[in-house]
């Protein structure tokens, strides 16, 4: 309530309560006030009180939500079911103009300035896990993904490796020039370790060769960033991309794109043909300011616990059974559990029980897969390489697993590999 | 937003339109200031979008939502789970405090404002449906409903009409002094008309004894409250007890305390002995300004459509199984259709037949129940009199009822008694 | 979705799919059977989901969300906001029947399903926190608060205890037959102590006068629901009224009364004379849901736990500005600091200075203010007494009081006492 | 609530109320279960409680929902803010798997179903909207746009149409076989018309080219709808892609995605890369079930007669400033008056005046302004042609404008051209 409306409340309520409350008021209006001055993740995360009283605030800067507004264009934000409305705040003009993504809508300077906090924010969350150089970042919505020539890992003992010389060879056998990009990846499933981003950065640097690292839940582990932040010193990073529901625990639907260079994140803003869903920015939005950075760096602790926990745990079970686990020490997420000693058969009943008994996010590559995708030949499809002797199981704790759920992990996996030990 | 986070967002969305987007803002302001100035029901219902800031600007007065409060009473409305504190938009202390309902709550400046603009606007309501005279009310968080020492009605044709000479005999049999109050009621269930309260509430300043109009549905009846001016103005009036739900389409909870005597009033307020449930008070706020005077003046008047449409409709079924409706022109909202035909033991059977096909509200008087409470004798249970010859069902057209409800009753009305057409 | 549901799903999603989700739906169904079976509260608390998914049950039990219902009674539970509506979760009836609140409405079988379990789960808290003998509750929609004649307390040490030999005294004066009831109380604002209701007791048994226990906000007190249990044992306890909002971290609005004889609670639930508000049912409802067994106990020794905290710096504070924690062991929420060493006449604005710091819930007693309520003199109000001879303030570390509280409480003492110490 | 808790229930609710009660719950799911018989768009749109609870059974089949689900993947739809898991009704997995949109997820049955039921339901969308061919749909969680080579419409009185001899030309001046595809316009801002996508349809087929028709905003009209399908019998179209925003009332993020050959349509649903945000497909589903189909031509039939009614109210506007309506007839939802009486240097001084009066969609095209894209240089900018020679400003009447819309429009149009009338 503003000045004049405070005045008012105290016709009917005295004046020594207003003012105690309009106090009050006023320390919430100056939190949104230096939200907007620093644009940073708040240090301690938001009351959901505060959280919405922004939201409603920015949705009435949007035309839809003008009283005596007139809309006279093919897309006006009108929204049929009140269901709909309130789901989305009473936002509904989505981001960017056609043609630009990051372009403020006119019709729509609140959901703009939504979009511009975010992406500030992530820039500072990049921060927060260990980027120094100065980083740009747009948030897409649009999951991660994508297809390209393969250079097939090497193995080290069990862990799966760049290989770097592999890629070297690629390049000059392609010709630098006809190369639109390297692409490597930091987050993947055990026993693969992440990419050695930092040789191929040199590499690209070299051969003047773009660089894009496909980062989709490395943004989670400090481990990861700071290789990143290493590579892009030694040599060359163009794109960063990682989802948004992986590393934030937001629903799908959402991409980071981050860059050390600001033109070419201009230039991949202006790729998105349309106005985009504004739903994954505003999932972003929320949490970063419901967990602050406080709550973040909690989360991302809490976790590298939780790896280790589950590692443990898990390295018990395969004891038990004669297995063991893969040895994959440069994969600070994901673990692989041997499955030698099993029938190969008998391997994705295992995978199944798991499922039926509400375990989800395990793999069990039983090595006996072959899937061709646009001409490309994958052997051991799973298994990320060609050519892997170990029938494995893989294991991943991501951001926000709890003792809860490895607990009931361990109880499951115990009833059903129990008859093994 | 106030100024200064306006001006901010301009660092980042052009100025232009967040001038536009300020202007839209303050217009939402505009009219929560006018609200507090006029202190009025609005003339156009509000929408959602309006509604719920209004709200949340309130909670925010409120010290539980007062950032860096520490509550180190008794009651400090922590609500425990967010469900309960969603629902409450963040309001927790009730209203009033020990021993005056109206007077305000110094931790809950917003609750208290809510419950005086309440107040307010049900003054305003009353003056909308035909009150002319100053008039005070309270909204209390209880339902209505009493117990007493009852004259019976007298019979004119098929309607149930006050005793006025009855009463008369009964003040000077127990003596004037020693008569707490007369009670009359304008709104029951048809064969019974609204009460005489005019010449009772001349008989009442005649005898200086008060009297308190039981007007629980009768607030959304324009000629009953032209009949309640008419008494005052007449007579004594001194309370006047309504339903907020049957009168204002709210969940049940809540009475409307009315008089025209500002001092009777504060001496009722203070007759509750706690602080009370805010609950009720808000479901008032939220559908007045949702309705506005626009909206409520629509119901009334499609009621009274209604309750034509209804009345011709029921005649017309009466007549194919050979009974009619009784005449109680004095009830402008309930009606009665006779059941003289049918087996007297078998009525109530009828009943049960609407009710297991979703109709509720209808009311089957086989004449056949006789209940004692309190000592009291009731002959004849539910007909508003000890001696009434014609058993029959009674059905209300009130506030809200739609055409889609008359037609699947006479649709269901057909189907029971078609055997008897 | 039931199981015909699931197989017309299989016919778009894989049949395995299906089947785990409909286990996994299985298990929720099987949550609700569990709670209708049991008609206790959970051991742990519900998550929002269940809570939800049981609230949109109960509600599709109630005529106003029949599909194809028609209404036309008075009443029926049409709602005019969706707002309105919404915090609700669409339930409208109300609880009871005129003339009884605990009898089931024909109308809203899901409200009084609602209610009656809500009743069951009271029963089995007042067992969760210490009594044993069989005890019937009902949950009232009312705040408590009453008005009576008045025997002093007496003074020992610095701790005001019940004077059992007055109360006998004013027994025999008034002549016991003449005694509606004795009204003690367990939950009060310290140095009073908790009436020795044990005493109590063995006098109104002998005496055969009612005994009312105003407990109400000693249910989250195990000691004190002790002291009842004892009380009933060796005396007469006739009802027990607690306030919702003080000890189950609901909004106001709703008192629990309870007795250790059935017939008498039926009798005052016939008192309340109309349907009544669900809100504060609801209320309960859904918390005792969320927190479950497990979570009451946790926040009630929690409280225990900040309650020695909040007295040791309490104590700190005192002596450092040379006042002391007055002396009330039989005071298990409130305590009291000495005020003794300032000037008489500044005492209330140290009571000011706290509450524009946003410092709720302290009192600040200068023994001298008078009061005249109904007649009766209060001397010294505030204080529990008519002649206490040392100002002081109190403080309660009440149910869900937080160690920011008191961190905070204590920072904001400091400032304003700093000067003297 | 099942048939055992039904049971259950009346052992403390009478055995009447629960019968009575169940059938009503049993009519809310034979409601889903005809949904998923029948796997249309209703004929009446669903009430809000319908929605929801099929919404959260929905939900309940998702494996975050489980109750003792453990998740050990990299992404198992955790989600950190209660808020976003409320505004997504505790849906978080998206939609499809890696490298195919339309294929179930394991972990989310519930999104899969919702999924395929959308799809279904815009099948049926198109079948209501006229076309009678079979159709396949999938909605794609991105907003609609494109780039490509231009064929310049030619002019037709004020009008703008489809060049077939132009691109006929084209076709065979860069070889059929090199032509990826032919994309024409159905909807598009005034005086341009909707393509001629008949004789291109004739053309493509001769050619043996793709034709994907961008049907932006066509949805909403049976009359483009109507060509399209004609274009398919006389010739060939390949995709028609659609805004859900622009026809649907949900806010931006979607588009439709249909065509006749569904083996196209499931190589389109594998080019998505990743799994995919579910937000869209939530409004949209819920849209349908809201509006149900007699809903939705009710808005189909009203904006027509909106349409109709602006044009008469805008051409009166013109005339009265000595200006005209420009003719275009195939232009069935936007409309442009022309504004060459005015300076030209001042005309978008009106765009910015409507702006600032919060009336939002009209375009002032003063054909001053050039831009090159990608190369291809466009002349008069936003006029869907390089030579137009008379500057005008369009108004569009689209899906859901109201009789409000159109009053303001007119009376601000009124005071900022008054001058000039």
Redesign the interface.
Known sequence: ??E??ME??A????K??????????H???K???NL??H?KIPEEGWD??????LL??L?????N????????????????????AR?????????GR??DLNE?Q??A??S??MY??TNRFLEDLFKLMGIQSTVRCILV???????AIVVDTKRNGDQLETDVEGILKKIKEVGANKVLCVMTTT?CFAPRACDNIEEVAKLCKQFDVPHLINN??GLQDKSVMCRIQKAQRVGRVDLLVQ?T??N???????AIIASFDEDLLQTVSKC?????????I??VF??LL??GKS?YLK?VEERVEKFKL?SEKLREIAAGIGERLLESPQNP??MAMSMSKLPADELRSYG?KL??R??????VIDLMEHKI?CGQEFKSWGSSTNDYDVPYMT???????TD???D??MK?MKKIFGKNQ
Chains 1, 2, 3, 4 share one sequence.
């Not at 959901?48 to 009283?53: A, K």
């Not at 934030?248 to 959402?254: E, S």
């Not at 991943?396 to 697993?401: F, L, M, Q, R, Y």
């Open positions: 309530m503003n004049k409306c008012l409340a016709q009917l309520v005295p020594t309560f207003v003012k105690v409350a309009k106090d009050a008021s320390s919430r209006e939190q949104i006030e907007l001055i644009k959901d009180i505060s959280i919405e009283l409603s605030q949705a009435l800067m949007d035309s939500n003008f009283m005596g507004n007139c809309g006279l264009g093919e897309r006006e934000a009108r929204v049929a079911s009140s269901l709909v789901r989305h705040y009473n936002f509904g003009h989505g981001i056609s043609g403020p006119p019709k300077a609140g703009s300035l511009k906090l919505p649009l999951a991660t993904g994508c297809r987050a989709a839940y989802s529901d992986k934030l625990m937001v629903p799908v639907g959402g998105y043909p349309g106005r985009a869903s504004g739903s994954p505003m999932d929320i949490t419901h967990l709550g989360l589950l997420i994901s199944a499922y039926i509400s375990v989800s996010g395990t793999r995708i294991a991943a704790a991501a951001i926000g697993v809860d759920d490895i009931l992990f499951r």
